[in-house]
Structures are given as structure tokens and as C-alpha cells.
């Protein structure tokens, strides 16, 4: 069991807004730690999407974004595109295990 | 820019040392960051396995510890990954990523390279 929970699979039409959750039990994230998310195309390495909660890299389109609020963090895409199908992960530091932990995964289906 | 190379043999067998390299290119490792191996088994997510701090510190993941260890090259620019005691388990896509030192992304990521283990 991830020590991140993801939703297994999202789904939208082209030009919806589609939203993925990551939520920890614990109180990894109200220590303050940060929640990343990277894009997974298929076949490809991951990709940094969202660093820090909310910072957008360097060639990020703006239609993703991302939150935190608590113990949730979520990532919102937003004007769906067919090239955003893809996996999503969120990351973070986990104290206890005194490392760096992924969340399952989500894959986008854009319909 | 920074760019990141994974190589190494595809295939090893059970019970033997999995030896992995990642070339570094467009930035001197010992300049600073940390560098990172992470995992992906076939149709699964990403497992973090462990790291390198520029000046040599390590930090695995305390379920793979006993068999894991990350050294860097500093005359090669490249850093590597040993995985002793190998099992099916153990068979992934294997990446290399850069990370910055007082910071928990990690980007870039190389291209990965796939570890079959089988007899």
C-alpha cells in the first residue's frame, strides 16, 4: 500500500477540467512537506510537472496547476488536451521512512 | 543542460549484482546536488531507491538497504547503483534523476533503462 493514495484512473472529454488527488494518513503534510507531480507519457521517463505544491516549471503549460490543503494535495489540468493522457504521480518526503515516497499513480484518459 | 544517461547490462540473474551507471553530461556532479536512483517494475509506479549527496553521503531506502550501494565518479562525471542478491523482484525500469540538495523533486530524470532479472 502506497504511503500516498492516488485514485487509480481519471477520465474527461477534451476542454474539461479533470482534478487528481494524493492524500497521506499521516502528518507527513502538515509537517510542511512538499508534494511534487510528474507526467509519465507512455513509454517515456517521468517528468517534472508541478514542484513544490504549486510551482510550475520552466515550460509547463498553465493549464496544470496544483494544491495543498492539509493532508490532500491535488493537481488540476484544465482545457484537456489528447496529449495529456498520460500517468500521474505525486512524490514527497516521508519522515518516517526517512525517504522519498511516490503516490500509486493515476491515469488520464482523455476521451 | 543537464542531461542524464542510464547504461548497463539488460539481463542478470537471480542471486547475482545488479551494476548500473548513469552518465552525466552538461553539469559536474561534484559541484553540487544529489543524485538519485529510482525504479519503476512493468506496469507499476515509481519506487525511490536511494541517493548520493555531491559530497559522497548516501541514503537508501530502508527495505532495500542491505543490498543497495550508490557510489559517484567524479573523473567520469557519472555515478552508479549496485543491487546485490537479485530477484524477480527486482526487474524494472531503472532511472537516474538529479536532485537539488535542500529540495525533494527531482529533475531531471534520464531516459531509464530496463533490468531483466531471469535465469
Known amino acids: 500500500q502506497s504511503v500516498l493514495t492516488q485514485p487509480p484512473s481519471v477520465s474527461g472529454a477534451p476542454g474539461q477540467r479533470v482534478t487528481i488527488s494524493c492524500t497521506r494518513s499521516s502528518s507527513n503534510f502538515g509537517a510542511g512537506y512538499d508534494v511534487h507531480w510528474y507526467q509519465q507519457l507512455p513509454g517515456t521517463a517521468p517528468k517534472l510537472l508541478i514542484s513544490?505544491?504549486?510551482h510550475r516549471p520552466s515550460g509547463v503549460p498553465d493549464r496544470f496547476s496544483g494544491s495543498k490543503s492539509g493532508t490532500s494535495a491535488s493537481l488540476a489540468i484544465t482545457g484537456l488536451q489528447a496529449e495529456d493522457e498520460a500517468d500521474y504521480y505525486c512524490q514527497s518526503y516521508d519522515n518516517s521512512l526517512s525517504g522519498w515516497v511516490f503516490g500509486g499513480g493515476t491515469k488520464l484518459t482523455v476521451l | 543542460q543537464v542531461q542524464l544517461q542510464e547504461s548497463g547490462p539488460g539481463l542478470v540473474k537471480p542471486s547475482e549484482t545488479l551494476s548500473l551507471t548513469c552518465a552525466v553530461s552538461g553539469y559536474s556532479i561534484s559541484s553540487g546536488y544529489c543524485w538519485e536512483w529510482i525504479r519503476q517494475p512493468p506496469g507499476k509506479g515509481l519506487e525511490w531507491i536511494g541517493s548520493i549527496h555531491h559530497s559522497g553521503r548516501t541514503s537508501y531506502k530502508p527495505s532495500l538497504k542491505s543490498r543497495v550501494a550508490i557510489s559517484v565518479d567524479t573523473s567520469k562525471n557519472q555515478f552508479s547503483l549496485k543491487l546485490s542478491s537479485v530477484t524477480a523482484a527486482d526487474t524494472a525500469v531503472y532511472y537516474c534523476?538529479?536532485?537539488?540538495?535542500?529540495?525533494?523533486?527531482?529533475?531531471?530524470w534520464g531516459q531509464g533503462t530496463l533490468v531483466t532479472v531471469s535465469s
Open positions: 534523476a538529479r536532485r537539488p540538495v535542500n529540495f525533494n523533486w527531482f529533475d531531471p
Open positions: 513544490d505544491n504549486t
